[in-house]
Structures are given as C-alpha cells and as structure tokens.
C-alpha cells in the first residue's frame, strides 16, 4: 500500500506559478504510475497529468499541456506538478494518485489510492 500527501497549494494571480507535491509512503514508489487529477466547485474529478512508474511516459489534459510539468524523484519518493502561465479556470482542489505497475492512466477508476487534495485559487 501506498499513502499519498500533497502540499504546495494556494492563491496565485492569472499568470502566475505554483509548484504541487505529492509525497509518497511505503515501499516501491518507483513502480507505480502517479496521476494528478483535479476538482472544481460543483463539477466531477477530471485527470490533468500521469506520469509512468519510472518515468519513461508522460500525459497531459489538452487543457494544460504545455503550461504544466509533471516530473517525478523516485529516491526522494515524489511526483510534482509544476503549473505556469494559470488561469482562473485551473481553480479547484488537486490530487495525487497512484496505481502500481501503472502506466500513464488518465481515469479515475484505474487508480487505487488517493490523497486528501490541495487547493488551487487562480485570481483574475
């Protein structure tokens, strides 16, 4: 099992950038592919990025690629998301999710564990 942590959330001006982080625990964590996911006010989870268990792929939502950056530091136990050039429609709640021997996935159902999520709040 895997239990998932992010930080690095909070309140940024349209234009700006923020760093998220998903801390991992347990044994293994470079052989799980990680997403993120994100949530907005009144509208269901939708996938952002997936990265594969060792890094070797990467997926983006076309509503981000090219202005977010998922990476991943298997020593440390890590994934990030690095968000530049937001906009107030990236506001919701982030999160890190994890499925083992996972490649990049882009649905809700194929991953197995969830962290509590991490709010973003672009102003206009």
């Known amino acids: 099992q895997v239990q998932l942590a992010e930080s690095g959330g909070g309140l940024v001006q349209a234009g700006g950038s923020l760093r998220l982080s998903c801390a991992a625990s347990?044994?293994?964590?470079?052989?799980?592919?990680m997403g993120w996911f994100r949530q907005a006010s009144g509208k269901e989870r939708e996938f952002v990025s997936a990265?594969?268990?060792?890094?070797?792929?990467?997926g983006y939502a076309d509503s981000v690629k090219d202005r977010f950056t998922i990476s991943r530091d298997n020593a440390e136990n890590t994934v990030s998301l690095l968000m530049d050039s937001l906009k107030p429609e990236d506001t919701a709640v982030y999160y890190c999710a994890a499925k083992q021997y996972g490649l990049v996935r882009r649905s809700t159902f194929e991953y197995d564990y969830w962290g509590q999520g991490s709010q973003v709040t672009v102003s206009s």
């Open positions: 347990g044994r293994a964590f470079s052989t799980y592919g």
């Open positions: 990265i594969s268990a060792f890094g070797g792929s990467t």
